[in-house]
């Protein structure tokens, strides 16, 4: 019987490494926008640092977890 792959429907190496580097890159505007215009106050932490920081970190996470374990068509 011929095995098949479980990931051959999920994103391939390359995509992965693309959102590998998306979210680093994200991660590197976030600071440069923090940098210059300050570290906002009230509520609009939570927003810039907050969301930034779950929508990238998930995203940069899971690529490196699917490339460490090669779950990759």
């Given at each position: 019987?011929?095995?098949k792959?479980?990931?051959?429907f999920?994103?391939?190496?390359?995509?992965?490494?693309?959102?590998?580097?998306a979210?680093?890159?994200?991660?590197?505007?976030?600071?440069?926008?923090?940098?210059?215009?300050?570290?906002?106050?009230?509520?609009?932490?939570?927003?810039?640092?907050?969301?930034?920081?779950?929508?990238?970190?998930?995203?940069?996470?899971?690529?490196?977890?699917?490339?460490?374990?090669?779950?990759?068509?």
């Amino acid at each position: 019987m011929d095995e098949k792959n479980p990931w051959r429907f999920g994103p391939t190496r390359g995509e992965l490494w693309f959102w590998l580097w998306a979210s680093a890159g994200g991660f590197a505007l976030m600071t440069v926008a923090l940098v210059v215009r300050g570290v906002p106050d009230g509520p609009a932490i939570a927003e810039v640092v907050g969301l930034a920081t779950v929508v990238f970190g998930y995203l940069g996470g899971r690529s490196v977890k699917r490339l460490i374990r090669r779950e990759h068509p």
